[in-house]
DNA sequence: TATCTTAGTGTCATTTTGACTTTTAGTTCT
DNA sequence: AGAACTAAAAGTCAAAATGACACTAAGATA
């Protein structure tokens, strides 16, 4: 017992963090990464914005914590949680001492358009567009950087752009998700091609009624060999 | 002072884990991976194979901290060195108690296959081949085979082969390292146009000599644009 | 009925990939 | 010296994957 809380004295603290991805339409409709962000509210950085987080409970996994935090700040279920990185840098607190050096272990999610509708918004917690941020406090523009890197990576030899959807989709809807991730056109034709060669979809005979053309039909994701 | 000392009490304790990699020649003379294990003397898993590892010191960074045990252990410098991932699940240790709780940032490493002979081996420390580890401690064997798989994968996307060879070498020398770490045999003209197509080798014009066939021209790796 | 829009299918040239052959330049054997 | 041997290096070719684009289908709307 004295062993472990005097090596505690001298070892960083260990916090979890989490990047929460959704798209929601913007001004014109299209879709775009979206993420929420609390604001501190005590020192260092007081009134900057920043990723949800905080410290890691004794009894409580990685994982869990990240899920946590995201539900207390959001109110969502994650649809995918994968862990980033761990930041640990001497200067991510610039003029901070040494004794209270955190250790950021940041996990990043996916939650679904659905859903992101009905999240809080208040004055502490706020969604931001990804590629319209303000300056963050400690290093947590790079920490979205490389989350945002990672996204676009994964989502093109891995199938999780899905997430993003309802359990039933179109091929329209399926392709916006990559357009609006990587910020490029996709030819339709091609993109479907290439999605049902890779079996990443299964077909429902479900046709989506109500559009004013013809009507597109319904896919869900593909489980078997997803990861 | 008393507040950071508090919450630690608390606080998971942080350790910092590497998996070194290097090639080494089997007894057919072919090169196998290799990583360097060390035994535990204290419990828990006392007398067992673990990785390289030691508590992370207050004033360290976490890529220096896995530097200095990968140092410590083999008396060796990495050629390259990347963050593998942080484990923290709660059943770490079994039958240890939450205060003892360890979450582990574990670093993967290349070392030159020219420099790993001259690593130390000792009572306490063995080099291993890659696919034939006994029971570690703790999760190291998972930790090792994610390390593989993560290495497996980063070679096929990424120019880190060269690492594990000198400056100079020739395609052989470089193809037999694809080899060795994917376990499978590649077309040495395959190899050659897509490793000149990719631009990630210059050549020097100098020839090696000593060979009982045509002398192959020496490479070295192309800096510009590695990663 | 004609028009509009997107779904869904089809075509084709280019590029990439994998399997394989041929030529080259050295050593070794006879 | 010449033949045999080995791997380097270059070349060939068909199959597969990719990107650009045209065409047909099926609904809503004017």
Redesign the pocket.
């Known amino acids: 017992m004295v062993s472990s809380a005097q090596s505690s004295v001298i070892a960083p603290n260990l916090a979890v963090s989490t990047v929460i991805f959704t798209l929601r339409p913007n001004a014109d409709g299209c879709l775009k990464l979206a993420l929420p962000l609390v604001k501190r509210i005590r020192a260092p950085f007081e009134g900057q914005w920043a990723l949800p987080g905080g410290p890691l409970n004794i009894s409580e996994d990685l994982a869990t914590a990240a899920s946590r935090n995201l539900l207390e700040t959001t109110h969502l279920e994650p649809r995918y949680l994968e862990q980033l990185y761990a930041f640990g840098s001497l200067d991510r607190s610039p003029g901070s001492n040494l004794a209270d050096r955190v250790v950021s272990i940041v996990y990043w999610a996916l939650v679904g358009n659905d859903e992101a509708g009905t999240a809080v918004e208040s004055e502490n917690v706020q969604w931001f567009w990804a590629d319209e941020l303000p300056a963050l406090a400690f290093d947590h523009n790079e920490i979205v950087n490389y989350a945002l890197w990672r996204l676009r990576n994964k989502l093109e030899y891995s199938r999780l752009a899905h997430r993003f959807l309802p359990e039933l989709f179109?091929?329209?809807q399926l392709r916006e998700v990559y357009e609006a991730v990587l910020n490029r056109e996709l030819?339709?034709?091609?993109f479907?091609?290439?999605v049902e060669a890779e079996g990443a979809v299964v077909p429902t005979g479900e046709?989506l009624?109500g559009?004013?053309?013809?009507?597109?039909?319904l896919y869900r994701a593909n489980q078997t060999g997803e990861n």
Chains 1, 2 share one sequence.
């Open positions: 179109t091929l329209a030819d339709p034709g091609n479907r091609r290439t046709r009624a559009t004013k053309h013809r009507p597109p039909q």
